[in-house]
T-cell receptor
Framework: AQSVTQLGSHVSVSEGALVLLRCNYS??????LFWYVQYPNQGLQLLLK??????LVKGINGFEAEFKKSETSFHLTKPSAHMSDAAEYFC????????????FGAGTRLFVKA | DAGVTQSPTHLIKTRGQHVTLRCSPI?????VSWYQQVLGQGPQFIFQ???????GRGNFPDRFSARQFPNYSSELNVNALLLGDSALYLC?????????????FGPGTRLTVL
């Protein structure tokens, strides 16, 4: 079965600093991986997805993620944090068993300090 | 184009009651999935429907049921509500429910059980 683990429930960075949110996956087959962002009292918005094409995936709002099979990782980065990036971020993997389902990590809350 | 819509936005119920949540997918999308997001956790998969048939079910009790209508909208029903059912219920739609398809999430319905 597929699963994801997000390292760090909270991450705090200063405005303008590098954002790094960590995600490791477990999958017995080539995975389809996703990063979603959730702002307070809102649904989930897709940031980017990996579907076995390029290993470096560029998403919206300046975010990108690199798929590293050797490390089973799919970390999310942004070179320069903005106050508007403060939100909850979820790493997710598509599960092939029992229908079309997405398995989410527990989430990482990103705080951005002025 | 309108995104995924859900109704109601919020509702409050008491233990033992029944609730129906509604979802309208993006126009042209034939697959609808339901997720439960308890406060502080990632979303958990409940159901997936495609072309009005159930294609996947998560690890939820039989008190949870759903259906999809000919116009591809969907309802999630929960009977005999428990306090632990308090959560944000998210609906997501995709074109066909293939593994590489992107899921688009609605804003959710916030259910509070007292």
């Amino acid at each position: 079965a597929q699963s994801v683990t997000q390292l760090g429930s909270h991450v705090s960075v200063s405005e303008g600093a590098l954002v790094l949110l960590r995600c490791n996956y477990s999958s017995s087959v080539p995975p389809y991986l996703f990063w979603y962002v959730q702002y307070p009292n809102q649904g989930l918005q897709l940031l980017l997805k990996y579907t076995s094409a390029a290993t470096l995936v560029k998403g919206i709002n300046g975010f990108e993620a690199e798929f590293k099979k050797s490390e089973t990782s799919f970390h999310l980065t942004k070179p320069s944090a903005h106050m508007s990036d403060a939100a909850e971020y979820f790493c997710a993997v598509r599960d092939y068993t029992g229908g079309f389902k997405t398995i989410f990590g527990a989430g990482t809350r990103l705080f951005v300090k002025a | 184009d309108a995104g995924v819509t859900q109704s109601p936005t919020h509702l409050i119920k008491t233990r033992g009651q029944h609730v129906t949540l509604r979802c309208s997918p993006i126009s042209g999308h034939k697959s609808v999935s339901w997720y439960q997001q308890v406060l502080g956790q990632g979303p958990q998969f409940i159901f997936q429907y495609y072309e009005k048939e159930e294609r996947g079910r998560g690890n939820f009790p039989d008190r949870f049921s759903a259906r999809q209508f000919p116009n591809y909208s969907s309802e999630l029903n929960v009977n005999a509500l428990l306090l632990g059912d308090s959560a944000l219920y998210l609906c997501a739609s995709s074109i066909q429910g293939r593994n590489t398809d992107t899921q688009y999430f609605g804003p959710g319905t916030r259910l509070t059980v007292l």
